[in-house]
Structure formats: structure tokens, C-alpha cells
């Protein structure tokens, strides 16, 4: 392969991994702490990332239908992934309370911060565009399908199964979906937005993806990783080496090449999400294998991302 392939997929790699990194240091440092991660993640949670996909989408002026396949292909790759985890769940995971940490582990995605990050890196706002696209259907279904599997498997609990309420309110409140959902409108119908509004909008955006990978290297337990149990090693295989795979495939069988099956591959190799931790110990889960299949797909997506790029660029298919 040329030297312009490996830098490619370094470029798009090692910029997230150094800014990990820091935020380890940072930590380690004492500089940064548990509690400004709650607080920075908020910020970006609630108004940065927001703020980026609503101008990401609301500047891309471009036919809906011409992401409607990509969003078709969201959708039909999740559930098809979690049916799939759902299914080997019961012969790979001994303790029925655990398969539900299981599955969602394995298909659950960081698209939305990670994701978003490789693709600006990688195709730069084209990427962005087309991600927030695939993100706005894949939200949605993480974060119901992730109740589903846990109120699965901890059905037992003295807690039961969450209200069909309480599931909409969880997704009809995420601010990623109505940022998403209010820049619809202004790409569908060309609405102009005024550029002081723009420009302080860059301002909020820029800060969403820098300040989200420093926390998330600071919220790193590796002596967590070490103590990882075989649930934990096999979700990782199935996040960061069966997923990417199943949904590259159907990508490109289907007919997307270049920066669509770029985005596919990036978004789909991610690591599993933070809020998969949250969710798995707000609803009486196992807090530490959550927080083990985090920590090991966090570490081993770098490598599976940048050999996966290699591979696309090096054939010329992105």
C-alpha cells in the first residue's frame, strides 16, 4: 500500500487517539477530575454535539431522498445486528442477567461523538453531513432497543419492565434527536440562516468533538479493562470486528462506495457507547461489565479502524 493510503488512515485515527490521550494525562495530572467530566460531558451532551449535527444538516441543502438509503441502511443494519446479538446471547452468556449488557455492548455504537469525530476527519463536512443523516435514525433505535434487551434480561429484578412511556420520553427528550429533527426543515426547504447565527453556531460546534474525546480519555478504567470477563471479551469482538463487518458488507452489496461507505464503516467500527454504562446501571445492571466492554472496544476500535481504512483506501473504494 502507498504511503498516501497509511496517512489517510492515521489522519483519521491518531488526531482521536492523541486527544484521548491527553485527557488521560490530564487526569492523571489532576487537572481535570471526575467532576468536570460530568459537568463537560453535559455541556456537550445537551448543547455542543446538538449544535453540530443542527448545522450540519440544516446547511446541506441536498434532497432528502438521496439519504434515504443510507437511513434505510441505518436502520436495517441495527436491528438486524441487535436481532443477530440477541440470538447468540443465550449460548454465549451463561447468566441471563448479563445478556442484556451483552448485546447492547456488541451493537451500540459511539457514533455520535466518535463516529461524527472519524468522519469529519476523514471526509470533513461532507462526512459530517452524511453521518448525521445515519445518526438520526441510529439514536433512536439504541437507545430503544438498549431498554428493550436490558428490561430482557433483568426482567427478574425488582424493578420489571420500564412503561412504553417512559421509553418515548427517553426518546422524544434526546437532544441529538431534536436537534436533528429541528434542522430537517431548514435542509428541506433551503431556510436561511442568519450568519451571525452560523457563525456563533461554529463557535458552540467546535467545541463538541475536542472536549467529548477529553473526557472520554479521562473516564478511562483500565485497571477495569484488566479485570474483563469473557462476556465482556466477546461483546468486544462482536462491537468492533462483527458489526463493522455485517454493515460494510450490506453497504457495499447494496451499492455505496466512496464517502457513504466510508461513513458506514467509520460510524459502524466505533466503540460501545458511554451511555450504555449509564443505562446499564440505571436500570440495575452490572455497572463494571459495562464499563469493561467500554474500556476494551474503546482501546481495540483504534486498531480495527485504522486496518479497516487501509484496506477500503488501499482497494479504492472510499
Known amino acids: 500500500m502507498s504511503w498516501e493510503t497509511w496517512s489517510f488512515a492515521f489522519s483519521v485515527t491518531v488526531p482521536t487517539l ?3 490521550l491527553l485527557g488521560i494525562l490530564l487526569r492523571h495530572l489532576r487537572l481535570i477530575d471526575d467532576r468536570f467530566c460530568d459537568t463537560a460531558s453535559r455541556v456537550v451532551f445537551n448543547i455542543a454535539l446538538p449544535c453540530l449535527l443542527f448545522f450540519s444538516i440544516a446547511g446541506n441543502h441536498e434532497d432528502l431522498q438521496s439519504h434515504l438509503p443510507m437511513m434505510l441502511h441505518a436502520a436495517v443494519g441495527t436491528i438486524g445486528s ?7 446471547a443465550p449460548y454465549l452468556v451463561n447468566d441471563p442477567r448479563e445478556r442484556g449488557i451483552f448485546v447492547q455492548g456488541g451493537f451500540r455504537g459511539n457514533a455520535a461523538i466518535l463516529g461524527v469525530a472519524y468522519a469529519s476527519m476523514a471526509f470533513g463536512s461532507e462526512g459530517v453531513s ?13 437507545n430503544v432497543l438498549s431498554v428493550i434487551t436490558l428490561a430482557r434480561s433483568l426482567s427478574t429484578g425488582p424493578n420489571g419492565r420500564p412503561s412504553f412511556t417512559s421509553i418515548a ?3 422524544a427528550t434526546n437532544p441529538l434527536i431534536i436537534a436533528i429533527l429541528l434542522a430537517l426543515p431548514f435542509s428541506l426547504y ?5 450568519e451571525v447565527l452560523t457563525k456563533t453556531g461554529n463557535y458552540i460546534s467546535g467545541i463538541a468533538l475536542p472536549l467529548a474525546l477529553l473526557c472520554t480519555g479521562a473516564s478511562l478504567d483500565f485497571r477495569a479493562m484488566f479485570r474483563s470477563s469473557n462476556v465482556a471479551m466477546l461483546s468486544c469482538v462482536a462491537r468492533v470486528i462483527v458489526v463493522p463487518l455485517l454493515l460494510f458488507l450490506g453497504g457495499w452489496l447494496y451499492g455505496f462506495r466512496g464517502a457513504p461507505l466510508g461513513v458506514i464503516f467509520l460510524l459502524a467500527a466505533t466503540p460501545t457507547a458511554a ?8 436500570m440495575g ?10 474500556a476494551l472496544t474503546t482501546l481495540t476500535s483504534f486498531f480495527t479502524t485504522a ?7 488501499g482497494s479504492g473504494l472510499i
Open 307 to 313: 486496518l479497516g481504512l487501509l484496506l477500503l483506501r
Open 130 to 142: 452524511v453521518a448525521s443523516f445515519y445518526i438520526v435514525v441510529t439514536v433512536i433505535l439504541y
Open 18 to 20: 492523541l486527544m484521548m
Open 285 to 294: 445492571g452490572n455497572p463494571t461489565l459495562a464499563a469493561n466492554i467500554i
Open 190 to 194: 433551503s431556510i436561511p440562516i442568519p
Open 275 to 282: 451511555a450504555s454504562y449509564v443505562m446499564a446501571r440505571a
Open 82 to 88: 441487535f436481532l443477530l446479538l440477541e440470538l447468540v
Open 169 to 171: 420520553r427517553g426518546v
